[in-house]
T-cell receptor
Framework: DAGITQSPRHKVTETGTPVTLRCHQT?????MYWYRQDPGHGLRLIHY???????DKGEVSDGYSVSRSKTEDFLLTLESATSSQTSVYFC??????????????FGPGTRLTVL | GIQVEQSPPDLILQEGANSTLRCNFS?????LQWFHQNPWGQLINLFY???GTKQNGRLSATTVATERYSLLYISSSQTTDSGVYFC???????????FGGGTRLMVKP
């Protein structure tokens, strides 16, 4: 295992409520990512971080915000959840500035259902 | 952005059979990874292979970067090989992976 945990692992919430998902790593990797996986779309990047307080948007960032106040934690927030955000969310880590080490490792995923 | 296509989309094998999964991509890449998503949803790293050939037990992979494709070989398949196999690539400094649609493999006993 690459030392990545996600919490919660499962969550059911109602439309319009705020939701925060947490990704925690023990590997001291600089880069962290949030992806979502939906049937027929594979995995798509939501946001990523390239250092503490340094974040950028991915392919499907609308409706999501992120924060990274320390190396080991990357938070994904849905300010007002919608049914279209029902998905499985994966966190990933990598250290692309390590020589010959550009590989991404994924957490166990969080299954989110928005009713 | 870069396009990633995997084939076949579905594959059914008898235990012990061999198979080849293909991943085509539309641009040069600096990262290519193969993953196995098991029936419990976990994404397992198989290979990090932007070019060349690697082997790990019954699995091997080859990427021909100049021709923009990668192959994953599974030999003597087992029921535990069932699941979805994803190819993912990155072609820019942001190291953002673009995933293919996956190959769903079922190995029957």
């Amino acid at each position: 295992d690459a030392g990545i945990t996600q919490s919660p692992r499962h969550k059911v919430t109602e439309t319009g409520t705020p939701v925060t998902l947490r990704c925690h790593q023990t590997e001291n990797h600089r880069y962290m990512y949030w992806y979502r996986q939906d049937p027929g779309h594979g995995l798509r990047l939501i946001h990523y971080s390239y250092g503490v307080k340094d974040t950028d948007k991915g392919e499907v960032s609308d409706g999501y915000s992120v924060s990274r106040s320390k190396t080991e934690d990357f938070l994904l927030t849905l300010e007002s959840a919608t049914s279209s955000q029902t998905s499985v969310y994966f966190c990933a880590i990598s250290s692309p500035d390590r020589v010959f080490y550009n590989e991404q490792f994924f957490g166990p995923g969080t299954r989110l259902t928005v009713l | 952005g870069i396009q990633v296509e995997q084939s076949p989309p579905d594959l059914i094998l008898q235990e012990g059979a061999n198979s080849t999964l293909r991943c085509n991509f539309s641009d040069s890449v600096n990262n290519l990874q193969w993953f196995h998503q098991n029936p419990w949803g976990q994404l397992i790293n198989l290979f990090y292979i932007p070019s060349g050939t690697k082997q790990n037990g019954r699995l091997s992979a080859t990427t021909v970067a100049t021709e923009r494709y990668s192959l994953l070989y599974i030999s003597s398949s087992q029921t535990t090989d069932s699941g979805v196999y994803f190819c993912a690539v990155d072609n820019n400094a942001g190291n953002m992976l673009t995933f293919g649609g996956g190959t769903r493999l079922m190995v029957k006993p």
